[in-house]
């Protein structure tokens, strides 16, 4: 069974700070891994989708890289701003069943 | 539709009654997935429907939970003889086929007392 883990659970930074947000699994057969980002109340909010031949990919100050391999995939956010703050969730669809699955997020603070 | 759409956004019941949520995925999405969000709790996966294959309800908790999707249309998850433990956020996502760019509705908050 696929297990996401990410780390750390919970973040916070000083505006105008680059952090990495880690991902990681333990079957590397996968289909593809996303990145999701939850505000308070809310549902999930698509941020980026890798394919397992990708290993990058980039939207404005985000960007997601995917080690299969090793199992490991990490959401860089460039130049934090305190509307970035939320829950960011990592997911990946692997080879066997159809269901993502979850990690459990990292809750990311960014004060100004 | 421009999103995934879900109905009612808030649903509040007596323990024992029975609830419906539905969802309206994005038009041409074959892919359909309910997942369960506790109250600080990651996401819990409950049942994938995908085109008109026999969906995979490996995630269902009970025999109390159940779920319909008519064609690539709309979806409706059923809960009878509701219990406080049901209560919770229930998401709703769909994709283009099984690996494609999965989209989430804004959820049903459902509150049993």
């Known amino acids: 069974k696929q297990e996401v883990t990410q780390i750390p659970a919970a973040l916070s930074v000083p505006e105008g700070e680059n952090l990495v947000l880690n991902c990681s699994f333990t079957d590397s057969a996968i289909y593809n891994l996303q990145w999701f980002r939850q505000d308070p109340g809310k549902g999930l909010t698509s941020l980026l989708l890798?394919?397992?031949?990708?290993r990058e990919q980039t939207s404005g100050r985000l960007n997601a890289s995917l080690d299969k391999s090793s199992g490991r995939s990490t959401l860089y956010i460039a130049a934090s701003q305190p509307g970035d703050s939320a829950t960011y969730l990592c997911?990946?669809?692997?080879?066997?069943?159809?269901?993502?699955?979850f990690g459990k997020g990292t809750s990311l603070l960014v004060t100004p | 539709g421009a999103g995934v759409s879900q109905s009612p956004s808030n649903k509040v019941t007596e323990k024992g009654k029975d609830v419906e949520l539905r969802c309206d995925p994005i038009s041409g999405h074959t892919a359909l997935y309910w997942y369960r969000q506790r109250l600080g709790q990651g996401l819990e996966f409950l049942i994938y429907f995908q085109g008109n294959s026999a969906p995979d309800k490996s995630g269902l908790p009970s025999d109390r939970f159940s779920a319909e999707r008519t064609g690539e249309s709309v979806s409706t998850l059923t809960i009878q003889r509701t219990q406080q433990e049901d209560s919770a956020v229930y998401l709703c996502a769909s994709s283009y086929g099984s690996i494609g760019e999965l989209f989430f509705g804004e959820g049903s908050r459902l509150t049993v007392l």
């Open positions: 890798i394919q397992s031949s990708q």
């Open positions: 997911a990946v669809n692997s080879n066997s069943g159809y269901a993502l699955n």
